[in-house]
């Protein structure tokens, strides 16, 4: 979820909602917004610029992608001042 803070124009391709529905191995899954990352917002003036307001990233850990908080914005999904 976005942080309350978060400015923005609602995302067209998820419309607002931060998930779509994407074919995953051959079957149907939920999964973040690939436009918005999740937050259900773009354009975002004040979003962190490394995960684009949703206050983590994904990570290569020895061959296989994780999802660790940003260090950009200490996982506030708020780009720093």
């Known amino acids: ?27 149907h899954a939920e999964v973040d917004c690939p436009d918005c990352a999740g937050t259900g917002l773009v354009n975002s003036p004040n979003a962190c610029k490394k995960c684009k307001g949703s206050g983590s990233v994904i990570v290569d850990a020895g061959g296989f992608n994780v999802e660790a908080t940003c260090e950009h914005c200490n996982g506030s999904g708020l780009e720093p001042l």
């Open 1 to 27: 979820m976005a942080h309350k803070e978060l400015k923005g124009d609602r995302c067209p391709k998820c419309n607002g909602s931060g998930s779509v529905i994407a074919d995953v191995g051959g079957f």
